[in-house]
T-cell receptor, first 114, second 113 residues
């Protein structure tokens, strides 16, 4: 069965500093990979996705992620964090054989210090 | 295009009652999935509907059920509510037919007392 691990439950970063959120997955084939962001009391907003091709993908709000098959990782990065980036971030794997049923990691809560 | 809409946004029920939540997908989307989000278990897949047929089901008891209508709108029902059913229930839609990206609604927050 597929699984997703986000090792960091909380991350605190200063405004303007860089951010990297880790995601490791377990899946038998090339996965569909996603990063979603959730603000308090809100649903999930898609930041970016990887299906195939270029392993560095660009998303919205200045985020990017790199797929590394050898490390089974899909880490999310942002060069300079804004206070509005404070939220919870979820990595997810899509299961192709099951209509893209998503398996989510536990999430990483990002706090931004002024 | 309007996004995924869910009604109601907030709901309070008591144990033993049943509840029905509604989801309207993005116009043109034919697949609707439901997820439960709790602090303890995180985000878990409930089921997916496509063309009024359930295509996949997560590991939830039979008290959780759903359906999809011909206009792609979907409802999920939880019978005999338990305290542990308190959660944010998220609906997601996608066009289907090869498009794998799911777009989520704002969720329905259910509190069971």
């Amino acid at each position: 069965a597929q699984s997703v691990t986000q090792p960091d439950i909380h991350i605190t970063v200063s405004e303007g500093a860089s951010l990297e959120l880790r995601c490791n997955y377990s899946y038998g084939a090339t996965p569909y990979l996603f990063w979603y962001v959730q603000s308090p009391g809100q649903g999930l907003q898609l930041l970016l996705k990887y299906f195939s091709g270029d392993t560095l993908v660009q998303g919205i709000k200045g985020f990017e992620a790199e797929f590394k098959r050898s490390q089974s990782s899909f880490n999310l990065r942002k060069p300079s964090v804004h206070w509005s980036d404070a939220a919870e971030y979820f990595c997810a794997v899509g299961e192709k054989a099951a209509g893209n049923k998503l398996t989510f990691g536990g999430g990483t809560r990002v706090l931004v210090k002024p | 295009k309007a996004g995924v809409t869910q009604t109601p946004r907030y709901l309070i029920k008591t144990r033993g009652q049943q509840v029905t939540l509604s989801c309207s997908p993005i116009s043109g989307h034919r697949s609707v999935s439901w997820y439960q989000q709790t602090p303890g278990q995180g985000l878990q897949f409930l089921f997916e509907y496509f063309s009024e047929t359930q295509r996949n089901k997560g590991n939830f008891p039979g008290r959780f059920s759903g359906r999809q209508f011909s206009n792609s709108r979907s409802e999920m029902n939880v019978s005999t509510l338990e305290l542990g059913d308190s959660a944010l229930y998220l609906c997601a839609s996608r066009p289907a037919g090869g498009s794998e990206t799911q777009y989520f609604g704002p969720g329905t927050r259910l509190l069971v007392l």
